[in-house]
């Protein structure tokens, strides 16, 4: 299934049949990837009296309960309601689903004992372009990243100056591979959510990030379509599956 679509008066020819897939799953196992101190995710059958919601148990059907938290389990994309006291839900602020993306890899540097992205590797990467959607691939990236246990590790994250930099390029949803654009004890200070969302200025209602994705080395740096699309919780962030396709130049 081919269609193509006229961006900024330009033909873009892509084919549907030929999704890449940038989510991480959620999954009852305790290898599930997990961040922010939380007990993995469950997935079980319902139970309550002499039911149990499981075929092989004797039910007619599968009934199962899922706990997880949307932040700590999985790829998820979230709204500034992230970092608000007023209500946001992404489900509502997330009203396009596709979007012209580029896609960049990094290695973050070292700098007093964390490891970070800086502006000017950014500068470097995207080389002036201007993208609506960035997504952002950290090495080394290994599969371990599907399954890793992120809690008390510090991992990378960006510096402010990173992140107005990619708010002033107008990006407007961002997808990394890590836990947060944060670092993980920062004394609640924030600073590259709040960065960009501009939450001290003219907040960025409609922007979003995604995080927790993993971004196969079989898909190369370069520009995509994206599809962008949430689970519809009322919630600051709910499970994504951003999908990219490769455009086809004919």
């Given at each position: 299934?081919?269609?193509?679509?006229?961006?900024?008066?330009?033909?873009?020819?892509?084919?549907?049949?030929?999704?890449?897939?940038?989510?991480?799953?959620?999954?009852?196992?305790?290898?599930?990837?997990?961040?922010?101190?939380?007990?993995?995710?469950?997935?079980?059958?319902?139970?309550?009296?002499?039911?149990?919601?499981?075929?092989?148990?004797?039910?007619?059907?599968?009934?199962?309960?899922?706990?997880?938290?949307?932040?700590?389990?999985?790829?998820?994309?979230?709204?500034?309601?992230?970092?608000?006291?007023?209500?946001?839900?992404?489900?509502?602020?997330?009203?396009?689903?596709?979007?012209?993306?580029?896609?960049?890899?990094?290695?973050?540097?070292?700098n007093n004992q964390d490891l970070v992205i800086t502006k000017e590797q950014l500068?470097?990467?995207?080389?002036?372009?201007?993208?609506?959607?960035?997504?952002?691939?950290?090495?080394?990236?290994?599969?371990?990243?599907?399954?890793?246990?992120?809690?008390?590790?510090?991992?990378p994250y960006f510096l402010e100056d990173a992140m107005v930099f990619i708010r002033?390029?107008?990006?407007?949803?961002?997808?990394?591979?890590?836990?947060?654009?944060?670092?993980?004890?920062?004394?609640?200070?924030?600073?590259?959510?709040?960065?960009?969302?501009?939450?001290?200025?003219?907040?960025?209602?409609?922007a979003t990030i995604t995080e927790f994705i993993f971004v196969s080395d079989i898909?190369?740096?370069?520009?995509?379509?994206?599809?962008?699309?949430?689970?519809?919780?009322?919630?600051?962030?709910?499970?994504?599956?951003?999908?990219?396709?490769?455009?086809?130049?004919?």
């Amino acid at each position: 299934m081919k269609t193509t679509i006229i961006y900024e008066n330009k033909n873009y020819h892509i084919d549907l049949s030929q999704p890449l897939d940038i989510s991480i799953p959620i999954t009852g196992k305790k290898d599930n990837v997990n961040a922010w101190y939380v007990k993995a995710p469950t997935i079980e059958p319902h139970r309550e009296a002499n039911f149990t919601g499981s075929i092989l148990a004797g039910s007619s059907t599968n009934f199962y309960d899922i706990s997880f938290n949307p932040h700590a389990h999985g790829t998820h994309t979230e709204c500034v309601g992230h970092i608000s006291k007023e209500h946001q839900s992404v489900n509502q602020n997330l009203r396009e689903f596709f979007f012209m993306a580029e896609v960049i890899t990094i290695t973050p540097l070292e700098n007093n004992q964390d490891l970070v992205i800086t502006k000017e590797q950014l500068e470097t990467a995207l080389k002036n372009k201007k993208p609506k959607a960035l997504v952002i691939r950290t090495r080394p990236n290994l599969e371990v990243k599907i399954h890793r246990q992120y809690s008390n590790t510090n991992p990378p994250y960006f510096l402010e100056d990173a992140m107005v930099f990619i708010r002033e390029l107008g990006v407007e949803h961002l997808l990394i591979d890590l836990p947060s654009v944060d670092k993980e004890k920062d004394g609640g200070e924030l600073l590259s959510h709040k960065a960009f969302w501009n939450f001290n200025g003219d907040i960025r209602l409609r922007a979003t990030i995604t995080e927790f994705i993993f971004v196969s080395d079989i898909i190369i740096d370069g520009p995509y379509f994206l599809n962008l699309q949430v689970a519809p919780f009322e919630n600051d962030a709910s499970p994504s599956r951003p999908v990219l396709y490769k455009i086809k130049y004919l």
